[in-house]
């Protein structure tokens, strides 16, 4: 088992900064690949960003390249989401997800374990 617990959300204007993060407890961190989701209201879950389990190799959803940046530090059991020049449609609620291997995948089906969410709400 693997426990998610995600911070940082909140609310900030147009162009703002936020930078989530993701404790992870149980399982081997170091050995899961990490991914960010969003779930806006009436809209279907989806995917954001992701990161292998070293670190050297991550993807990105097209909307957020250069502005979303991901990382991890497996001293920490801590996974990051950096988030600059956010925009009104960045509003959603951002999860952190776990998978039980190394490799990067970036459907919602393809990972075992789920934090609560945090909401991240950008206001024009």
């Known amino acids: 088992q693997v426990q998610l617990v995600e911070s940082g959300g909140g609310l900030v204007q147009t162009g703002g900064s936020l930078r989530l993060s993701c404790v992870a407890s149980?399982?081997?961190?170091?050995?899961?690949?990490m991914g960010w989701f969003r779930q806006a209201p009436g809209k279907e879950r989806e995917f954001v960003t992701a990161?292998?389990?070293?670190?050297?190799?991550?993807y990105y959803t097209e909307s957020v390249k250069g502005r979303f940046t991901i990382s991890r530090d497996n001293a920490k059991n801590t996974a990051y989401l950096q988030m600059n020049s956010l925009k009104p449609e960045d509003t959603a609620v951002y999860y952190c997800?776990?998978?039980?291997?190394?490799?990067?995948?970036?459907?919602?089906?393809?990972?075992?374990?789920w934090g609560q969410g945090t909401q991240v709400t950008v206001s024009s």
């Open positions: 990161i292998n389990w070293s670190g050297d190799s991550t």
């Open positions: 149980g399982r081997t961190f170091s050995s899961s690949a």
């Open positions: 997800a776990a998978r039980n291997s190394k490799v990067v995948l970036t459907t919602t089906e393809a990972y075992a374990y």
